[in-house]
């Protein structure tokens, strides 16, 4: 590849390399050739080597030789210079970089340049890159920009004063009268903004809400849903904390979430903000129940990715809005039934949240039942949050059993290891049912000897509790026959296989 070669074959090249050495090799010629052209005093094909460079950049090779480069193309008079100039220093310069100072008073001049398009390339690069000592020096050009009655540079100057007034805080009350003044703007572009610079939002929300706003902006129906959505993220920062302006946007969110029609995906985009908003304001309680009934209609549209982040959002508020989500229980538990893996797995963690000593009985049969089906890689977490759950919430003690019995049955190599200890704690705790759980385990052992755990408890229950098992006195359960025609006082016995040693057993004649 010569070093002339243009952009669009330099890409060419590059993208058939067939390794990655081979791709090396072709960057760095190039790269040698570049360097070679940037020495020349005479270098007509500037801009055209740095647009190579960036693209060498944006693969991830070094590239940092050409910043003095766009330093120079800067201060160029031609437009096509500047913008590949411009467009290098947003890539390869930052604030932390000595030589992004030397651009400062470029971006100076042509914030006064007379064609709206330099003018343009100035703001974007200051909001890209701009430091705190820039912002400093350029914030009054700024605010007169902002004054300014070309809506094409007022955006622009609107994006860049977001970006000092990040930097420099302080600067901020620079930019108040002309905040107002770009909230009356009908150009959207102004808007979007002119938002993230002041709090008078509501009168805008409600405007494009209830009367349509700009027709032109609809999408499917829904008045311009980007600036609906940027209005209530700021509304959300506005009113965290703040009793008076949550109270001012409580009457604005409900007429949003009411109004807002969640068949198509840009308006589930906007009440899915909405519903962000409503919880992390100090919103009324009727309305964090709307919002709760908005997450419940987002559990039964048919996009996996909408049905996902509302059990994401769901799962936030599941502690301080339990009752108002439990509403919504029996859709939450169809989700466990989703092909989607990732689905599956936030409906498990929240149906393991929406246990409570009310539904004990019918949310475990649902969790069993999942246990029996769900995925490998899902068995451990759910075996977990049942043993949990069944702990805090047990109505009986045979329930208890029962229910941790189920699981090592069906997941008994996915429980964790201190199961097996807990479960035993339980059964000899539980005096007056020693008869029926060594005559359930056993059976159970009998059917099927592959599950560890269950295993470990049988061996020690039929060890304790031995005699009750063939004395078949059991009432509660069908009783069975243990077949031992020799005689054996006490025995020890060690099961290297399943990791339990000196273990007792009882047997009578």
């Not at 006082?489 to 057993?505: A, D, M």
């Amino acid at each position: 590849m010569s070093p002339s070669v243009r952009l669009q074959e330099m890409i060419r090249v590059i993208r058939s390399a067939r390794t990655q050495c081979e791709e090396r090799g072709v960057i760095q010629r190039e790269c040698a050739a570049i360097r070679a052209q940037f020495r020349q005093a005479d270098n007509v094909g500037r801009s055209h080597n740095l647009a190579k460079l960036l693209y060498v950049h944006m693969l991830g090779y070094p590239a940092h030789f050409g910043q003095m480069e766009c330093v120079r193309l800067i201060a160029s008079p031609r437009y096509s210079e500047k913008r590949v100039g411009y467009l290098g220093a947003m890539m390869l310069l930052d604030e932390k970089q000595d030589a992004s100072l030397l651009i400062t008073n470029s971006i100076k001049n042509d914030l006064s340049h007379s064609n709206q398009y330099v003018q343009s390339l100035a703001l974007c690069t200051l909001a890209c890159m701009g430091s705190a000592e820039m912002c400093r020096d350029l914030a009054p050009e700024i605010d007169r920009l902002l004054r300014t009655s070309n809506s094409y540079i007022k955006k622009k100057a609107a994006l860049c004063a977001v970006h000092i007034v990040r930097k420099v805080p302080e600067l901020g009350e620079l930019f108040t009268t002309a905040a107002h003044s770009l909230l009356s703007e009908k150009n959207h572009g102004v808007l979007h903004g002119a938002v993230l610079l002041a709090p008078w939002l509501v009168h805008i929300m409600k405007g494009l809400v209830m009367s349509g706003y700009s027709p032109e902006h609809n999408v499917a129906g829904i008045s311009d849903p980007f600036l609906q959505v940027r209005i209530l993220r700021l509304l959300r920062i506005l009113g965290r904390n703040n009793d008076t302006a949550s109270d001012a946007m409580n009457d604005l969110l409900a007429q949003v979430a009411t109004n807002t029609d969640s068949s198509k995906t840009a308006g589930s985009a906007v009440l899915y903000e909405t519903v962000l908003t409503i919880m992390d304001i100090k919103s009324e309680s009727g309305l964090r129940v709307l919002a709760v009934n908005i997450l419940g209609r987002f559990l039964l549209n048919n996009d996996r990715n909408i049905r996902y982040i509302s059990m994401m959002s769901l799962q936030k508020i599941v502690q301080t809005d339990h009752n108002a989500v439990q509403r919504h229980r029996g859709t939450i538990v169809d989700c466990l039934k989703d092909p989607d893996a990732s689905v599956k797995r936030r409906a498990l963690e929240l149906s393991l949240a929406l246990v409570s000593a009310v539904n004990i009985r019918s949310m475990m049969k649902e969790l069993l039942l999942f246990l029996s089906s769900c995925p490998p890689e899902l068995r451990a977490q759910a075996a977990s949050g049942i043993f949990s759950a069944a702990e805090r919430y047990a109505p009986s003690q045979r329930w208890h059993i029962d229910t941790i019995l189920h699981v090592l049955t069906t997941a008994g190599a996915d429980v964790r290891d201190e199961t097996v200890p807990n479960l035993i704690q339980l059964i000899t705790t539980a005096n007056e049912l020693h008869s029926y759980t060594v005559h359930k385990l056993y059976r159970a052992l009998v059917a099927d000897i592959s599950q560890q755990s269950l295993v470990q408890v049988a061996c020690w229950c039929v060890g304790e509790y031995g005699d009750l098992l063939l004395r078949a006195e059991c009432d509660d359960t069908e009783p069975v026959q243990v077949f031992r025609p020799w005689k054996v006082r006490s025995c020890t016995c060690i099961l290297f296989r399943y990791g339990l040693t000196f273990l007792r057993v009882c047997v009578i004649r």
